[in-house]
């Protein structure tokens, strides 16, 4: 007759209390370590898209990338190894397709938006601005309020001094060019805010 399930029990357990203490700690520390890998590898929602082995397991992956500095020049790198739709983190893709713009961040989108908007937000002025509103219905409302702004009519109505400063920056960058390196993030911070205020 077979021993019964209390037996083996017992039995199993006073193996593994026989275990010296220096064997059973990083015989653990190992178990969690591949536990923690296989679920967020391989049982994840994002499992099925592609992308670097340690991205799928850590989001020190994609840190260590953006603190080396070339972070915009390994998502290409990654995408044309890839595809479109890379894993970038165990809870995060990159997508780089023309097509998923309007499907991710139109206002008809059912996608929220992430976090990473918070970094947008001005603790100092109270609301999220327009941008970094992460609340579908708040941000539906403002946007409203602002929409004739951005209509076509009046863009192509605003064109004309938009081109006037376009036509500003470029007589200075011929006018600097000879003389060496220009600070594109000054001069470019420079015509967006003499832009807005002409606006």
């Known amino acids: 007759m077979a021993p019964s399930p209390l037996i083996m029990c017992g039995q199993v357990s006073d ?45 020190w992956w994609l840190v260590h990338q953006i603190f080396r500095g070339d972070h915009e020049k390994v998502m290409l790198r990654l995408h044309r190894k890839y595809g479109p739709i890379i894993r970038i983190s165990p809870f995060e893709v990159a997508i780089s397709d023309l097509e998923a ?5 139109g ?21 999220p601005s327009l941008f970094s509103e992460r609340d579908k219905k708040v941000h539906a409302v403002r946007r409203r309020n602002v929409a004739n702004a951005y209509s076509m009519t009046t863009v192509v109505q605003l064109e004309q001094y938009v081109d006037f400063c376009s036509t500003q920056i470029l007589k200075q960058f011929e006018r600097l060019a000879p003389k060496g390196p220009i600070d594109l993030g000054k001069w470019l911070q420079m015509y967006g805010n003499s832009t807005n205020l002409t606006l």
Do not use: C
């Open 107 to 127: 206002h008809t989108s059912n996608f929220t938006k992430s976090e990473s908007y918070l970094a947008w937000h001005n603790k100092n002025a109270g609301n």
């Open 15 to 59: 193996r593994i209390k026989s275990i010296p203490l220096h064997i059973t700690i990083p015989l653990l520390l190992v178990t969690f370590a591949l536990g923690f890998i296989i679920k967020r590898r391989y049982l994840s929602p994002l499992r099925r898209f592609p992308g670097p082995f340690w991205a799928s397991i850590t989001r």
């Open 101 to 105: 713009i309007k499907i991710i961040y």
